[in-house]
């Protein structure tokens, strides 16, 4: 069960999620005690493994960093529930092994706090808080795979192994 950090404003942005300030490295745990330090200075300290970021539309617009997506995974976030995601920034998750979940209107059916669990593959949301069910379209075959598998470059090597 996962608890939700609710950040209603439309296009949080890539230095939001992870400020430029840090970019000189990759290590994911240095980035993750800076994720989202610019938009919730507390952050850090109050999410734990799991838990799950909801936001309003364009969630991760602005530079096409994958520290952002890196943050959050050393931060331990299991997934971004968002109506919408910059294009790059979904790409770079897929790629990362990183699940996001488009929802419509998702910070007006998840309120912060609440715990919630999500099924990916069946594309449903359960608010144990509220005692609801939401709906979502799965992401594609395609990048589920990629999710399962750990990432795009995991993907790859599963499939050359194949052969």
């Known amino acids: 069960m996962a608890k ?3 950040y209603p404003r439309d296009h949080v ?3 939001e999620i992870i400020p430029a300030r840090y970019l000189n490295t990759d290590d994911r745990a240095v ?3 800076h994720c989202m330090e610019d938009l919730d200075p507390e952050f850090v300290g109050k999410c734990r493994p799991g838990d799950v ?3 309003g539309e364009d969630f991760g617009c602005g530079s096409s960093r994958e520290h952002a997506v890196w943050a959050m995974q050393g931060a331990k976030v299991a997934a971004v529930i968002a109506p919408s995601f910059a294009r790059i920034f979904y790409r770079n998750s897929i790629n990362g092994g ?3 979940v488009e ?3 998702a910070p007006g059916h998840i309120n912060d706090g609440d715990e919630i669990e999500i099924d990916f593959e069946a594309g449903r949301i359960h608010n ?3 005692g609801t069910e939401l709906t979502f379209e799965p992401l ?3 990048a589920m795979a990629i999710l399962r598998d750990g990432g795009l470059l995991e993907h790859i090597k599963k499939q050359q192994e194949k052969r």
Do not use: G, K, M, S
């Open 103 to 105: 929802l419509p209107d």
């Open 4 to 6: 939700a950090h609710v």
């Open 98 to 100: 990183f699940p996001l």
């Open 53 to 55: 970021i909801v936001a």
């Open 31 to 33: 980035l993750a005690a």
């Open 140 to 142: 594609p075959d395609f």
């Open 13 to 15: 942005n890539t230095d």
């Open 128 to 130: 144990r808080t509220q």
